[in-house]
């Protein structure tokens, strides 16, 4: 029986693998590339603990070469929802009653694990299954969900820390209790760690989950699902389901224990779930909890000020890692006059001198966007360039789907600051410049604040501190992340906390103690060592004659 305060570790940040020529590291995900491709898995569901097949299977492909299989599910329909809701429900009075302490044991196992047995198996399923380089998987699906797992158990020690004071005679405690119902995770492709973190942080503080992945990452979500079962997670506690999503959410939004959703995905279907949630708000035992982390518009503004080759740095990777596919990608530029030629010459340089294909040859900066549909979306809007006045192809602009889904890395040119490609989010290697009077800075920043309704990430470049923070200030709510001098990709767990508000989401701050306060619902608790034993207050006894003088303003 517990009878101490414990203390967890003190979580660091997981230190990124290289994977130089040579490397141990590299060495062994080679091997682990070369083992998986050879063998096409058959992937089923995980609910109540056991695996689940139905015979309707979908094969799962890499991006960068469609026609080999790797793997196919096992999809599910509505009775496989409402299965997993039923195992979610019957596992959660022990998963809530177990102590903090047990259940963070678990996750900070699964850290160990990851960052040793599973560490190449998992990056090298998120690079197949995803088309990631081994560099974007590494910083994600090892690194990145590393950091969750220890720092989302140290931030749930202090919320658990939180208590209330205490006047003499009485004890005030505070409880921070799971959800009563279950989480709905609702997990995107392109982050293996984002879509592990889902359904984790509410599991970790005591909540059951069902957690339904993106259909092209489900092939690294199997790979989760092993190692937190050889983790230690209870059967039922996280359930995975792969079916589609209306047909999840038709079950989901109408059922009374629903208690909450985390979401990462596109702001439409976001906005979608917002409402079913609101037209079925009487069916619920509570409010539910919505936390979402949506679209993005991301910007980089820089200043007459900036120093053109770190402008160029970040708009090469900040647009173009892991193919502009990142919620914080950088999509919309703002270059001063004085410095646009020279900065963008350095940007067609670094397109031009990369290398685009599969993701077993390392020395590939770039590799294929996620579906067709996401390559011919992107294609469109390339040929439209092309063929407008308002617009010119910089560098890029050609694509091929013979074999991959590859799209070349391309800067458009927009003479206007409201053209397509500066408002919409596109979603792949695709980024847009608008050049600015240098003389114009602040009304250049009026512009970057009202041009795109999200409010994810930005970034300003410049040299000038009063500059900075004019900046700093006028943007105040146009990104959640903001960024100086930097690209404004690569948030840090428990560095940067993530997330963006307006039409990018709830802004509840993924990697950080903000976070895992909306999966726990408090309970005050007094109690009196003391009480009293007669109603009446001291007020209400009987006062002196003296004090009953009704001569002296009286009736």
């Known amino acids: 029986m517990s009878n101490a305060f414990f203390r967890v570790p003190t979580p660091v940040n997981e230190p990124v693998k290289g994977h130089a020529p040579g490397s141990p590291e590299r060495i062994e995900l080679v091997k682990e590339l070369k083992r998986i491709k050879q063998v096409e898995r058959d992937i089923p569901m995980h609910i109540g603990g056991q695996e689940v097949r139905t015979g309707r299977k979908l094969p799962l492909a890499p991006p960068h070469d469609h026609k080999h299989v790797l793997a196919h599910f096992h999809e599910g329909d ?64 090892a690194c990145e969900l590393i950091d969750f797992l220890r720092f989302n158990v140290h931030f749930a020690q202090e919320i658990y820390r939180q208590q209330p004071e205490s006047a003499p005679g009485m004890w005030n405690r505070l409880e921070h209790r799971p959800l009563e119902g279950f989480v709905f995770a609702l997990t995107p492709f392109n982050f293996t760690s984002i879509a592990a973190n889902l359904p984790v942080s509410a599991a970790l503080m005591g909540n059951v989950t069902v957690w339904k992945p993106a259909y092209p990452q489900i092939y690294s979500a199997q790979v989760l699902m092993e190692l937190f079962i050889e983790a230690g997670v209870p059967a039922g506690v996280i359930n995975l389901i792969y079916v589609d999503g209306p047909v999840a959410g038709d079950v989901i939004f109408k059922h009374r224990d629903f208690a909450g959703i985390h979401f990462t995905g596109s702001t439409k279907v976001f906005q979608t779930i917002w409402g079913e ?20 518009k991301d910007f980089i503004l820089a200043h007459p000020s900036a120093h053109a080759k770190a402008v160029a740095t970040s708009i090469s990777r900040g647009a173009f890692e892991y193919q502009g596919q990142k919620c914080s990608a950088a999509s919309r530029v703002y270059l001063p006059s004085n410095l646009a030629e020279e900065i963008l010459g350095y940007v067609k340089q670094d397109v031009e001198s990369m290398k685009m294909g599969d993701v077993e040859d390392f020395t590939n900066f770039i590799n294929a966007v996620i579906t067709e549909a996401s390559f011919d979306k992107l294609a469109k809007f390339i040929d439209e360039a092309k063929a407008s006045p308002d617009a010119e192809i910089v560098v890029g602009g050609n694509y091929d789907k013979s074999i991959g889904y590859f799209v070349q890395p391309t800067v458009i040119r927009a003479k206007d ?20 009077d240098e003389n114009e800075f602040e009304q250049t920043l009026e512009l970057v604040d009202s041009t795109s309704p999200y409010a994810l990430t930005g970034a300003i470049f410049s040299q000038d501190r009063y500059a900075i923070d004019l900046a700093t200030k006028k943007l105040v709510n146009a990104a959640g992340n903001f960024y100086i001098n930097d690209k404004p990709t690569g948030a840090v767990v428990g560095q940067q906390p993530f997330g963006g508000a307006r039409a990018s989401g709830t802004n509840d701050k993924a990697g950080s103690l903000l976070n895992l306060q909306r999966w726990v619902s408090p309970r005050a608790i007094k109690e009196t060592f003391n009480p009293p034993t007669e109603y009446p207050y001291p007020f209400m006894g009987a006062a002196p004659k003296e004090d009953l003088n009704l001569d002296k303003g009286g009736f």
Request: glycine share 6%; net charge neutral; aromatic share 10%.
């Open 277 to 296: 949630i609101g037209q079925n708000i009487h069916r619920y035992k509570s409010y539910p909890r919505i936390v979402g982390e949506t679209g993005g």
């Open 417 to 436: 600051p409201k053209y397509t490609t500066m408002c919409e989010e596109l979603f792949g290697p695709v980024v847009t410049v608008y050049v600015y």
């Open 78 to 141: 509505a009775s496989h929802v409402n299965q997993a809701i039923d195992a979610a429900l019957n596992a959660r009075h022990a998963w809530a009653s177990l102590p903090w302490e047990e259940r963070a044991a678990i996750f900070l196992k699964a850290a160990e694990l990851l960052a040793g047995p599973y560490r190449a198996r998992l990056n090298a399923a998120t690079m197949l299954g995803q088309s990631k380089n081994a560099f974007q998987a590494e910083i994600d699906a």
